[in-house]
């Protein structure tokens, strides 16, 4: 095979498995419409999207079912791409919003609103965006020494990530504990309150930041083969390295808002997205489809599992996604590239 | 050989003279914040009361009482706990030869605390002199899981590997324990007090419990002072110098269980001592760690007592508990060495 054929090949089975992909995740959100406690056929979920549904079906699927597929489509997905982006722009598997303090500055941010200053609902999101916004630019702040590394911004988002945390356990120690434990849930991850007036929030961050990824792409392929590789090619380092990382802590930040921290999906997709495509590159569209389909099957999987007590999403992407953060470390430690 | 022989006999020098003027003064604040430990809370009992309560006790008075089960207990638990991390804290960063490595940071906290709270919930314990064992446990599991993942491959345990299969760790173990929790809303209630770490309500019985524990791991953690100069050579001239490294680390991992264990099983996972104490103690007794050690054991209290002190004041009259105050403390710390290192 030539060079040329190898390249194609490659392409091609690259834009397979993101047509595979999408359709896996379309099947599990109609799947999500259709199933429950009233149950929707496959046809009637359809005719009712399209607008010619019963005024039962409408409420069902319209009102109940639809905003929380949806949030959880979106949500998965922007937790995915936000962890390929950050994963391939600072060359390390584990930098995820969970493991650098994004998650735990959202985090902090919406259960002091939620204790201390009794927020609900969109309070609540915004408080969360703000505080992963704030963190990420903190933690950019003080990893800065004649530029950025991958690892010392991953140490140094470890530790704003303790003051975090310890700042939600103060406040969770302060409340009532049935406050505190809808803290529990949101800072677990969960789909249960999912309604239109937060659906929308994300839907507009996401419209307006796939765009911006997609132009930055071609910057993180660059950035992905090294620095210097990078500056020789004419690319601006520094100016792109910040672009990307504004986009994905906005996106793991607007998703937070809408769902709470989802456990490690961000940092699970990426590596399912890049080992299904295989196309060596940062793999971004297929993390995003892996993101969506881990958050809508979970949260299906977690509602009507039987033998399940109805869990929020998080719990179980995080009993999932904690021993193979494990096993992924061991792995790259016995290869060599642990660092 | 000449570096290795300075190393491990210090000579007696002005150095050393100013070392123990150091632990000189360390004892003298740490025997003022015994005092004010003592004479400071929520209860207002002046001085004269707390001072006749602990030469004339008197068991029909209440505030004796209170002094001599709340505060005594208390303060001594501070001093205790904070020894255990301190010395705990110095033993890791020497074997991992990294200044980032900490009980709190690696996740040995978090996997005591997970085991605990399965103690709650799958087997009803009520009492803090329960939680003991299960705090082991959790702390053993935890030691062997970081320094194993850490350790694979063919550099073995660099410091970096160290610190990112410490974090993974800590991350699972939390996720864990969230899980737990969310199911069952009894062991919340219990867990959440005990979780961020406090020193508050601790009685004699408590202390009673945890002390032997705390007490044979800083006797180790003392004795050891002399394996952990030898490790902090590289296993290479460990080895050459006739020190089975094996059985050093196997020393260094008893003690560092039995410390974190005992004192996460007292008053909660409390972080950033372990972390923040050892750079201090080097930078003030060198790299001996026959003199290191000791420093931390003087050292690491002081951090503990002042801040649960400074918790007792500033929220007068509740408390902001121990473990948030060091955090707060500790994590700045944290990040200028990790902003040192290149």
Redesign the interface.
């Known amino acids: 095979m030539s060079a040329l054929t190898v390249i194609r090949h490659v392409r091609r089975r690259a834009r397979l498995v993101c047509v595979l992909l999408a359709a896996l995740a379309a099947g599990m959100f109609l799947l999500a419409l259709s199933v429950g406690t009233a149950t929707v056929s496959l046809p009637d979920v359809l005719s009712t999207l399209a607008g010619q549904g019963s005024s039962d079906t409408d409420y069902i699927v319209l009102e109940l079912r639809l905003p929380r597929a949806l949030t959880g489509l979106l949500a998965g997905a922007a937790f995915g791409l936000s962890g390929a982006i950050l994963q391939s722009l600072l060359g390390n598997p584990?930098a995820s919003p969970?493991?650098i303090g994004i998650s735990a500055g959202a985090g902090a941010a919406a259960v002091t609103g939620i204790v201390a200053f009794g927020l609900g609902g969109p309070g609540v999101a915004v408080a969360a965006l703000v505080g992963a916004l704030v963190t990420a630019a903190l933690m950019y702040v003080?990893?800065w020494?004649d530029g950025v590394t991958g690892?010392?911004l991953?140490?140094?988002g470890?530790?704003?990530a303790?003051?975090l945390?310890?700042?939600t356990?103060?406040f969770?120690?302060r409340s009532r504990?049935s406050s505190?434990?809808d803290a529990?849930?949101w800072?677990?991850g969960s789909l249960n309150d999912s309604d239109w007036e937060r659906l929308v929030p994300l839907a507009v961050a996401l419209g307006l930041l796939l765009p911006a990824v997609a132009a930055a792409a071609r910057a993180l392929d660059l950035i992905s083969f090294g620095d210097d590789t990078a500056r020789g090619l004419g690319l601006g380092v520094p100016r792109a390295r910040l672009g990307l990382l504004l986009c994905a802590v906005a996106l793991a930040g607007t998703a937070t808002a809408a769902a709470g921290p989802i456990?490690?999906v961000s940092l699970l997709s990426a590596p399912i997205g890049r080992r299904l495509a295989r196309d060596g590159g940062p793999a971004l569209l297929p993390s995003t489809l892996v993101g969506a389909v881990i958050v809508v099957a979970a949260d299906f999987a977690a509602q009507h599992a039987p033998g399940l007590?109805r869990?929020?999403v998080g719990?179980l992407t995080?009993?999932i996604?904690?021993?193979y953060?494990?096993i992924?470390?061991?792995r790259l430690?016995?290869?060599?590239h642990?660092? | 050989m000449a570096v290795v022989s300075t190393v491990l006999a210090p000579s007696v020098s002005p150095a050393r003279a100013r070392t123990v003027g150091w632990l000189g003064g360390a004892g003298v604040v740490l025997a003022g914040l015994v005092v004010v430990s003592l004479l400071v809370g929520a209860k207002a009992i002046p001085v004269s009361t707390v001072v006749d309560a602990l030469v004339e006790f008197d068991p029909t008075v209440n505030d004796h009482l209170f002094v001599r089960e709340e505060r005594l207990p208390r303060t001594l638990l501070a001093l205790l706990v904070g020894a255990g991390l301190g010395l705990a804290g110095t033993v890791m960063q020497a074997v991992a030869r990294n200044p980032l490595a900490d009980p709190g940071v690696l996740g040995i906290n978090a996997g005591a605390s997970l085991f605990v709270v399965m103690g709650i919930t799958l087997f009803g314990v009520t009492a803090l002199t329960g939680y003991v064992w299960f705090a082991f446990g959790g702390a053993l599991v935890a030691t062997v899981l970081v320094y194993g993942v850490g350790a694979l491959g063919r550099e073995g345990a660099t410091p970096v590997k160290i610190a990112l299969s410490g974090a993974a760790a800590n991350a699972a173990f939390v996720s864990l324990t969230t899980t737990v929790l969310l199911s069952d809303t009894d062991a919340f209630e219990q867990f959440r007090l005990w979780q961020v770490g406090s020193l508050s309500g601790r009685h004699v019985d408590v202390l009673i419990q945890v002390a032997p524990f705390l007490g044979a791991g800083i006797v180790l953690a003392l004795a050891s002072g002399r394996l952990l100069n030898t490790l902090t050579l590289g296993d290479d001239i460990a080895r050459g110098l006739g020190q089975n490294t094996a059985v050093a680390r196997t020393v260094a991992g008893v003690t560092v269980v039995l410390l974190c264990g005992a004192a996460t099983a007292a008053a909660g996972p409390i972080g950033f001592v372990g972390l923040a104490v050892p750079p201090v103690a080097r930078m003030v007794a060198g790299p001996d760690h026959r003199v290191v050690l000791p420093c931390a054991l003087l050292f690491a209290p002081i951090l503990v007592l002042a801040a649960d002190i400074l918790g007792r004041v500033i929220a007068w009259p509740g408390e902001v508990q121990v473990g948030i105050i060091t955090a707060v403390l500790g994590a700045p710390v944290f990040i200028a060495l990790v902003r040192r290192r290149r």
């Not at chain 1, 430690?333 to 060599?336: A, F, H, K, L, V």
Request: proline share 6%.
């Open positions: 584990l969970d493991v003080l990893a020494r690892y010392r991953v140490l140094v470890i530790g704003l303790a003051i945390l310890s700042v356990s103060y969770m120690t504990v505190a434990q529990l849930v800072l677990t456990a490690f007590p869990v929020p719990v995080g009993a996604g904690a021993p953060l494990l992924l470390l061991a430690n016995r290869g060599g642990g660092g």
